[in-house]
């Protein structure tokens, strides 16, 4: 048998997307339960992917600003959304910039662009739902453009009641469906790879029941005048108050979103979120016509959440609830994702976030192998899929794949079927110096092919408020060390690369080999045939390389170190630092109580240093340091990133880190109105502020007339409360939690009544201990033992998209670990009186 045969056999045993091809148009239908299923065999239908809005709006517009042809720019997206096993793709279009105010469709660049992406999607084996309305205007986050439609004339609200708007829209629909692609030559309407519709994007109704209804069925009925027979969906994540008014309408399945951690916090939010995230309650899921109904997402992500480990847990809840599409909000194009501003709220770039893009990818495993409303246990192992918090890693591992999202010590029982490893970091079976995302997938038997993305760093918080002048993200081609450790391979095996300019060629030993990023053909010792370059893989061919250049153009340095110890102990700082250039040392210069003293920093590991300070600066006061990095070019000087000699008599430069070293046995602050409240996962209310104290400090006055119903599934849960995450604060006084005895509340009650409220300390396993306590008109400071602290729920801060989700859930089946407490979260409940008049100042353990 020839080598072509052979490599043909090995691909064809290679599973294909779960939305597999269909021949005819009416490909898809919904049985009585309410599932998709595939009409050529009955299968039931499922996929997993991305919003991606390339064609339209802001992010059209900067993708311009680059230079780059946006076909380029799609074509390599693309690519990437296919190595992530992502299959589905869904988008609400900017009906403002395709149409005019009387709905008439315009045929335009964003048009074409669409049409070419759908085309390109299509090659790579991707279905779409489409939302033909987004009702948008297309400015966020800059303002709104001119824009023809009839979207901006009407406005969302009107759009959904004005007469003239509705004609409009009915119209723009049937056109819309009739609508020719001009890379396919196919109807929108007609299809194969379009699943169905959902008619608008989030519409907010109000009004009668029946108008409702009589709206939706007006929309449909204009879509099926063009001969559709697609299901169409419409949204029941919003105004559930009408859910009677959409199962009354003429359409096929509901359309829901999950944003756990809320959005556009403007930073990073940090924590375990994973009780957030355990189930997707819908309120109506025993409705016997919802039940009749098909279930998607159309978008979720939790915003602003750095780690990588929520996109799996979120993927099974949804199974359980019985969705059989999702689609991640939103997918940044690479051109652009180094600023993030297309939604600052959310970043999603296989180049520039690799870490996430490696847990979307398991989210997609998860996805299509877990049984829809299926019961899987523990959320953070189930099937082939764990979840580590405190590693920050999400894996999934099976016989045939095996994939990480950071470093782990798992690896599959049994090596000899294993086809296919997607990571970041190191495994057992691959160990790897770079940050970027790798890929190795087997194509024959001794024969593998590997992908490796260059190192990735976020040089700034890419969830702060969006800007295009503050780059965010950057990634640097560096040579990096890997060594593959499968049988399969053997030891000593031939490394070929295979895209385009990649001339790093080189011979295995023991498995180790120095890597540029690229794609490169593995041969074991005994295979002597070539494998050529333009073969097929899955979707993909072998060849096919995309990243970004090299973008990271000055020295960049990550502190770790505490930002408070205690006096005497041992203290090490610990930073991680990166140059484009070759790093030649790193000093720490050291001041404490005019004594002075630098160090040579220690490197530990790829761009990872440590310093131990001397025992005679560890002393009760303020430790005040400057990281000075030296490399080919320059020094620089952090914090601030000021560059030259930092010892000149002409550079003023007098920023500093500083670490508050406290007497043992001090007070462990937890929380701090006047520094920490910015960072408090809060409830949002004008009632409650930041006001100054009479002694010249800061309190949180909580003054309501009425406690607000926080808990949507019981109303009568009235209470106001905040979340916060304190494991950073305190990290270099960690150790102590397990000695401390008691919790301490710095607060005033002006009211004649006591308040109560309940303290609870959340460890890492998002289990909770709470204490409660009155709050009288006379005191300052109220002690709770901790001894008396019982379990209690979680409380879901920040509060989550859709509203209809629980205010509180059961705290993790784990016992309370204190040494790993993390977070403190503060209820006001009811008191006697229903208004409050409280000022918070300070929660600490002593």
């Excluded at 009650?749 to 998002?766: A, C, M, V």
Aim: net charge negative; proline share 6%; glycine share 6%.
């Amino acid at each position: 048998m020839t080598v072509h045969k052979l490599l043909a056999v090995a691909f064809l045993s290679i599973l294909c997307f779960s939305l597999k091809s269909q021949t005819h148009a009416d490909q898809v239908y919904v049985d009585n339960n309410g599932v998709m299923r595939w009409s050529a065999d009955d299968s039931e239908l499922h996929g997993f992917g991305i919003n991606y809005t390339l064609p339209f709006a802001h992010e059209y517009r900067m993708a311009k600003k680059t230079g780059v042809p946006l076909e380029e720019t799609i074509r390599q997206d693309v690519y990437h959304m296919a190595r992530l096993d992502l299959d589905f793709y869904r988008v609400h279009v900017w009906d403002t910039e395709i149409s005019d105010t009387l709905g008439n469709l315009i045929s335009n660049d964003h048009l074409r662009l669409f049409d070419f992406l759908l085309n390109e999607m299509r090659q790579r084996g991707m279905k779409f739902i489409i939302t033909p309305i987004a009702y948008w205007g297309n400015g966020w986050p800059e303002r709104d453009e001119p824009t023809p439609g009839f979207s901006r004339k009407y406005g969302k609200e009107a759009c959904l009641t004005d007469s003239g708007a509705i004609e409009a829209q009915a119209r723009y629909l049937n056109q819309f469906l009739n609508h020719v692609n001009t890379y396919t030559g196919i109807a929108y309407k007609d299809d194969p790879d379009i699943i169905g519709f959902e008619i608008c994007n989030e519409p907010h109704h109000s009004g009668p029941p029946e108008k409702v209804t009589a709206f939706i069925d007006k929309m449909v009925a204009s879509m099926r005048a063009t001969g559709c027979t697609k299901p169409v969906f419409y949204n029941m994540s919003h105004s559930i108050q009408l859910v009677d008014a959409y199962l009354n309408a003429n359409v096929q399945g509901g359309t829901f979103q999950w944003y756990p951690t809320n959005l556009v916090a403007n930073h990073q939010i940090n924590g375990n979120f994973l009780p957030q995230v355990e189930s997707y309650d819908i309120p109506f899921a025993g409705t016997p016509r919802f039940k009749k109904m098909a279930k998607i997402v159309y978008e979720f992500d939790p915003a602003d959440a750095g780690g990588n480990i929520m996109y799996p847990a979120m993927a099974r809840a949804f199974r359980e609830a019985g969705m059989q599409l999702a689609a991640q909000f939103a997918y940044d194009a690479m051109c652009w994702a180094p600023y993030n501003t297309n939604y600052g709220t959310h970043f999603m770039n296989m180049a520039y976030a690799p870490h996430k893009a490696i847990s979307l990818k398991i989210a997609s495993a998860v996805f299509h192998n877990v049984s829809m409303y299926g019961k899987h246990g523990d959320v953070t192992r189930f099937d082939s899929f764990r979840i580590s918090y405190p590693d920050d890693l999400a894996e999934w591992v099976t016989g045939e794949k095996f994939f990480y999202s950071n470093n782990t010590s798992s690896q599959p029982s049994d090596l000899s079927n294993l086809k296919e490893i997607a990571g970041c970091g190191s495994s057992p079976l691959v160990k790897y110096s770079g940050t970027g995302a790798y890929f190795l997938d087997k194509l024959s038997d001794g024969v593998w092919r590997l992908e490796v993305m260059p190192d990735a760093y976020w040089i700034a918080d890419p969830y702060s408020p969006a800007n295009p002048e503050i780059q965010k993200a950057a990634v640097l081609h560096t040579s990096q060390q890997m060594t593959v450790s499968l049988p399969d391979l053997g030891a000593n095996f031939a490394v070929r690369p295979v895209n385009k300019g990649n001339l790093f060629c080189q011979q295995a030993s023991d498995g180790q080999m120095d890597l540029v990023p690229g794609v490169y053909i593995l041969k074991r010792s005994d295979i002597t045939y070539e494998i050529p370059s333009d073969l097929k893989y899955k979707s993909i061919t072998l060849a096919e390389f995309v990243a970004p250049e090299s973008n990271l153009v000055l020295a960049v340095l990550w502190n770790h170190s505490p930002g408070e110890a205690v006096a005497g102990k041992p203290l090490q700082l610990h930073f991680e630092a990166v140059s484009p250039y070759q790093v030649k040392k790193i000093e720490v210069a050291l001041s404490m109580q005019n004594r002075w003293k630098t160090l040579a920093a220690v490197q530990q590991g790829t761009n990872s240093y440590i310093a131990d300070v001397p025992e005679d600066m560890v002393r009760t006061g303020f430790l005040d340091y400057r990281i000075i990095i030296e490399d080919g070019k320059e020094i620089t000087s952090f914090p601030g990133g000021r560059k030259g000699d930092p010892w000149s008599w002409v550079n003023r430069n007098s920023d500093t880190y500083t670490i508050r070293l406290v007497p043992e046995g001090s007070p462990l602050i937890l929380w701090d109105a006047g520094t920490d409240w910015g960072s408090t996962y809060k409830m949002w209310s004008r009632e409650v502020n930041l006001k100054p104290t009479g002694d010249g400090g800061t309190a949180l006055a909580v003054q309501l007339d009425q406690l607000p119903e926080a808990d949507p599934v019981d109303r009568n849960d009235r209470c106001y409360a905040f979340k916060f995450f304190f494991g950073e604060k305190i990290k270099g006084r960690s150790d102590e939690l397990p000695q401390k005895k008691s919790l301490a509340i710095k607060v005033s009650n002006l009211l004649p009544s006591s308040q109560p409220i309940e303290i609870g300390l959340i460890d890492r396993n998002g289990t909770v201990l709470a204490g409660k306590i009155n709050i009288k008109k006379k005191g300052k400071v109220f002690k709770i033992p901790l001894d008396t602290f019982a379990g209690a729920p979680f409380i879901v801060l920040p509060r989550p998209y859709p509203d209809f989700l629980p205010f509180k859930v059961q705290s993790a089946g784990k016992p309370f670990d204190r040494s790993s407490a993390e977070a403190l979260q503060l209820i006001v409940r009811p008191g006697t009186q229903a208004n409050t008049d409280l000022y918070i100042e300070r929660i600490w353990l002593e």
